[in-house]
């Protein structure tokens, strides 16, 4: 079955501490995206990657880290220099060039600091 | 900077009724999307609009897209309780891959 998957889903951080949050798709998609989602809140972009080896910073990319080194991964690293990193993650993954991009998101990783 | 509103951004509403949810967006754009999102769950896409006057429809959804207007409605027919959930709309952004997200509308439908 292809799609995305993302684990753990549930992870407990505590303070001071770096976790890393895995993203894998077997969709064949060139692009990958990760989201954070607060409660009552929309999604807000942290980083993407077209291409791998190549990523952008998104919208609120402090406290975080990415690396693309396939295209079938795209892991996050949450960094103790996030402060609010309680919240949940979310992946997604597109083809590109066409008239859709239509991005596809998997299971999501919901992370608490402790 | 594109900027996406949904309103209302909470409805409930009673089975059986109609009613319709707006998303609008500051710049123009030639993708929009809308998503639904079960409590405690991942998104689930409905539907991809890209032209104007792009209309789709899916069971009792139906999205339009006016491209001139910025406006994007979502029409509920005859709601029923497991249409409940929470309704995002995602705007493409010129020039890139970027989507920006709406802060979505939870829908209750009451029995």
């Known amino acids: 079955d292809g799609g995305i998957t993302q684990s753990p889903k549930y992870l407990f951080r505590k303070e001071g501490q770096n976790v890393t949050l895995s993203c894998e798709q077997n969709l064949n998609h060139d692009a990958m995206y990760w989201y954070r989602q607060d409660p009552g809140q929309g999604l807000r972009l942290i980083y993407y990657?077209?291409?791998?080896?190549?990523?952008q910073k998104g919208d609120i990319a402090e406290g975080y880290s990415v690396s693309r080194e396939k295209k079938e991964s795209f892991p996050l690293t949450v960094t103790s220099a996030q402060k609010n990193p309680t919240a949940f993650y979310l992946c997604?993954?597109?083809?590109?060039?066409?008239?859709?991009?239509?991005?596809?998101f998997g299971p999501g990783t919901r992370l608490t600091v402790l | 900077e594109l900027k996406v509103e949904q309103n209302p951004l909470f409805l409930s509403m009673q089975e059986g009724k109609n009613y319709t949810i707006y998303c609008n967006y500051s710049?123009?754009?030639?993708?929009l999307y809308w998503y639904r999102q079960d409590p405690g769950k991942s998104l689930e896409s409905l539907f991809v609009?890209?032209?104007?006057?792009a209309v789709k429809q899916e069971g009792r959804l139906m999205a339009s897209l006016d491209t001139k207007a910025r406006l994007s409605t979502l029409h509920i027919t005859a709601a029923v309780h497991d249409l409940s959930a929470t309704y995002f709309c995602?705007?493409?952004?010129?020039?890139?891959?970027?989507?920006?997200f709406g802060k979505g509308m939870k829908l209750t439908v009451n029995p």
């Open positions: 990657s077209q291409i791998v080896n190549d990523f």
């Open positions: 995602a705007v493409g952004e010129g020039g890139s891959e970027k989507l920006v």
């Open positions: 710049t123009t754009s030639d993708r």
């Open positions: 997604a993954s597109s083809t590109l060039g066409t008239a859709y991009n239509e991005q596809f």
């Open positions: 609009l890209l032209s104007n006057g």
